[in-house]
T-cell receptor
Framework: AQKVTQAQTEISVVEKEDVTLDCVYE???????LFWYKQPPSGELVFLIR??????QNEISGRYSWNFQKSTSSFNFTITASQVVDSAVYFC??????????????FGKGMKLTVNP | DGGITQSPKYLFRKEGQNVTLSCEQN?????MYWYRQDPGQGLRLIYY???????QKGDIAEGYSVSREKKESFPLTVTSAQKNPTAFYLC????????????FGPGTRLTVT
């Protein structure tokens, strides 16, 4: 099966705390891509990052960082010094190739993060 | 501004009526997608289209139909055959093959009573 598991459904933290969102994936492909999206209360999904399976370097963008480990099939997302504006639902996704040769994304069920002041 | 527009933001219909949700993009993207989001379910793919005049069923296509007559437009019709149509519908587009990231519209919240 090709799927994404976000075991945490909801996390609540106090502002300035660090928080890590877990993502575990399963795929039979040797080449694949992983994504993180943010869905604020307005509803529109915002693209955060794309990572290909050949690049295991960690990535940092401001307060956001991502840790990709093929050995454990994980692509975890850490927010440092969280802020109220980080409150949202976060989705991890995996690109897969269909039998017909098309590409599509498989999403995890999402993790709701609430950052309290 | 380049982006994806979905209209309307909220839509109410009576059971038994077909309803069409609009999705337009001016990003010159080849691929377009429709997702359904229910509470606690994440996003599930309804239909997708890699090029004009071609589209494929996603994971939950039953009760839905689409068309892709123009590159910038990918309307979704929710038919009366869809048993539980009340949901949040999201449209997305991407550059196409190559696992490019998808960009999403603001969504349409459909309520059927």
């Amino acid at each position: 099966a090709q799927k994404v598991t976000q075991a945490q459904t909801e996390i609540s933290v106090v502002e300035k705390e660090d928080v890590t969102l877990d993502c575990v994936y399963e795929t039979r492909d040797t080449t694949y891509y992983l994504f993180w999206y943010k869905q604020p209360p307005s509803g529109e999904l915002v693209f955060l990052i794309r990572r290909n399976s050949f690049d295991e370097q960690n990535e940092i963008s401001g307060r956001y960082s991502w840790n990709f480990q093929k050995s454990t099939s994980s692509f975890n997302f850490t927010i440092t010094a969280s802020q109220v504006v980080d409150s949202a639902v976060y989705f991890c996704a995996l690109s897969i190739i269909t039998q017909g040769g098309s590409e599509k994304l498989v999403f995890g069920k999402g993790m709701k993060l609430t950052v309290n002041p | 501004d380049g982006g994806i527009t979905q209209s309307p933001k909220y839509l109410f219909r009576k059971e038994g009526q077909n309803v069409t949700l609009s999705c337009e993009q001016n990003l010159n993207h080849d691929a377009m997608y429709w997702y359904r989001q229910d509470p606690g379910q994440g996003l599930r793919l309804i239909y997708y289209s890699q090029i004009v005049n071609d589209f494929q069923k996603g994971d939950i296509a039953e009760g839905y139909s689409v068309s892709r007559e123009k590159k910038e437009s990918f309307p979704l019709t929710v038919t009366s055959a869809q048993k539980n149509p009340t949901a949040f519908y999201l449209c997305a587009s991407s550059m196409g093959r190559g696992a490019y990231e998808q960009y999403f519209g603001p969504g349409t919240r459909l309520t059927v009573t």
